[in-house]
């Protein structure tokens, strides 16, 4: 027997009344796109929700596990919408590590990673490379190997002459 209609909401209307999107467009994005999951299974934009139910959410970095508490088709204020799911136990805590990981990037670099922004530089990488180590190995060294003993270094102008290679780590 199916639930009556006031008990069930299409997925990407719930995601945006719930506030994990901005946009229906983009919950019906993501949903799409596979980064929702409802029950374990991939879905639709359009598949029906109700109370109990389960959905994993992937958004940028961050993943939440919840239970649907409640249905709305209307967004509203942000303490409304809390109402909406419960997040697990289980959730919280990888959401609290993943944040815990990138404050202790933050105290290393100095700034933020901005996602898909520019790539650290080497000095950043250096830093990051050595002080990971005291934190416990975040992110180890990567040893560069080279073949053969030596390299011939050419500008347009001259050749600078020969630099041997050997391994070492930055």
Same mark, same amino acid.
């Given at each position: 027997?199916?639930?009556?209609s006031?008990?069930?909401?299409? *997925? ?5 009344a719930?506030?994990?999107f901005?946009t229906?467009?983009l919950?019906?994005?993501a949903v799409?796109g ?8 991939r879905?639709k934009?359009?598949?029906t929700l109700k *109370?109990?139910?389960?959905?994993k959410i992937?958004?940028?970095s961050?993943?939440? *596990? ?7 088709e209307?967004?509203?204020p942000?303490r409304?919408?809390?109402l ?8 919280q ?6 944040s815990?990981?990138?404050?202790q990037i933050?105290?290393i670099l ?5 996602p898909?922004?520019p ?6 990488r250096r830093?990051?490379?050595l002080?990971?180590q ?11 190997l080279?073949?053969?003993s030596?390299?011939?270094?050419k500008?347009?102008?001259k ?10 780590f930055?």
């Open positions: 027997m199916t639930p009556p006031f008990m069930t909401v299409r *997925i990407d209307k719930w995601l945006w719930a506030r994990f901005k229906r467009a919950a019906a994005q799409t596979g980064r929702v999951h409802l029950n374990g299974a879905v934009p359009g598949h *109370i109990g139910d389960q959905l992937g958004k940028e961050i993943e939440w *596990i919840v239970d649907v508490t409640g249905v709305s209307q967004r509203g942000a409304e919408a809390i909406l799911y419960q997040e697990t136990a289980q959730s805590k990888k959401r609290q590590e993943e815990e990981k990138k404050r933050v105290a100095g700034t933020a990673p901005i898909g922004g790539r650290p530089t080497k000095r950043e830093r990051l490379c002080q990971s005291d934190l416990g190995g975040l992110h180890p060294p990567i040893p560069l080279f073949e053969g030596k390299t011939e270094v500008s347009k102008s050749t600078l002459g020969a630099i041997p290679q050997t391994p070492f930055f």
